[in-house]
């Protein structure tokens, strides 16, 4: 398992490599990548809290 400061290099690195791109992350996405480098969850955790935050959004749209 990395440390904690790896963690937040490796965290901190994907972040800029996406907004590189031009991909712009909400509050609420950094602060879940927040917790992945404070090793407060997991990246599997991480995955379920944007799938659950992605179907709901894909239910809202159908109502």
Known sequence: MASKEEMRKNVDS???????EGFKFT???LAVFDRIA????????????????L???KEAEIV
């Open 14 to 20: 994907a972040i800029k490599v996406h907004e590189l």
């Open 38 to 53: 404070n090793i407060e969850i997991t990246t599997e955790e991480a995955r379920e809290i944007f799938r659950e935050k």
């Open 55 to 57: 179907a709901g959004k």
């Open 27 to 29: 509050e609420e996405e």
